[in-house]
């Protein structure tokens, strides 16, 4: 069965100083990988994905993620991080060769506070 | 950008009531799902739907739980019977095309207080 661990239950960081959130994933096959973000009240807001390929990905909000096969891991980085990235951040992982409809198995989630 | 819609974006009712939460998935979408995100906890996955059908539903999603595509852009999720330990935060979420590489859309979320 498919699962993803954030160790990391809480950071905090300063304004404009960088940022890595830790995903690992366990999986038996080649994973699809998801960072989601999650504002107060807020759906959840796809950051960025990994299906195959380049193993650094890029995102939107200046947000990248680097997929290590070895470490089953898919963390999430922001050289910069603004006040407003503050929210909750999920990794996902999907199945890859499933038929059906790739259902996604969410971590725990990281709670990122910026302080000014 | 198309988006998601959930309605309401809270509800509130009592225990052993039937309560439906509404879903607009995103227009040319074929896969829909509902999520569930109980205060503090993980999200975890309900079930997915396609071509008029469940695909995959865990253990949570009970006989009291139903999905229903009544009309080409509705997506709704019945709990026949309320308990405490419904109450959650309830996303929809749908994807496009017919491979797996697609992610997922979600909604805002139906916040769902069962008192």
């Known amino acids: 069965a498919q699962s993803v661990t954030q160790p990391d239950i809480h950071i905090t960081v300063s304004e404009g100083a960088s940022l890595e959130l830790r995903c690992n994933y366990s999986y038996g096959a080649t994973p699809y990988l998801f960072w989601y973000v999650q504002s107060p009240g807020q759906g959840l807001q796809l950051l960025l994905k990994y299906f195959s390929g380049d193993t650094l990905v890029q995102g939107i909000k200046g947000f990248e993620a680097e997929f290590k096969r070895s470490q089953s891991s898919f963390n999430l980085r922001k050289p910069s991080v603004h006040w407003s990235d503050a929210a909750e951040y999920f990794c996902?992982?999907?199945?890859?060769?499933?038929?059906?409809?790739?259902?996604?198995?969410f971590g725990t989630g990281t709670r990122l506070q910026v302080t000014l | 950008e198309p988006e998601v819609t959930q309605t309401p974006s809270h509800q509130v009712t009592q225990m052993g009531q039937e309560v439906i939460l509404r879903c607009v998935p995103i227009s040319n979408h074929l896969y829909f799902y509902w999520y569930r995100q109980i205060l503090g906890q993980k999200v975890e996955f309900l079930v997915s739907?396609?071509?008029?059908?469940?695909?995959?539903k865990s253990e949570i999603f009970d006989d009291q739980f139903s999905v229903e595509r009544p009309d080409g852009s509705n997506f709704t999720l019945k709990i026949r019977s309320t308990k405490l330990e419904d109450s959650a935060m309830y996303f929809c979420?749908?994807?496009?095309?017919?491979?797996?590489?697609?992610?997922?859309?979600f909604g805002n979320g139906t916040r769902l207080t069962v008192t």
């Open positions: 739907f396609y071509n008029n059908e469940i695909s995959e």
């Open positions: 996902a992982v999907g199945a890859v060769n499933t038929g059906t409809a790739s259902k996604l198995t």
């Open positions: 979420a749908s994807r496009a095309g017919t491979g797996s590489v697609s992610p997922l859309h």
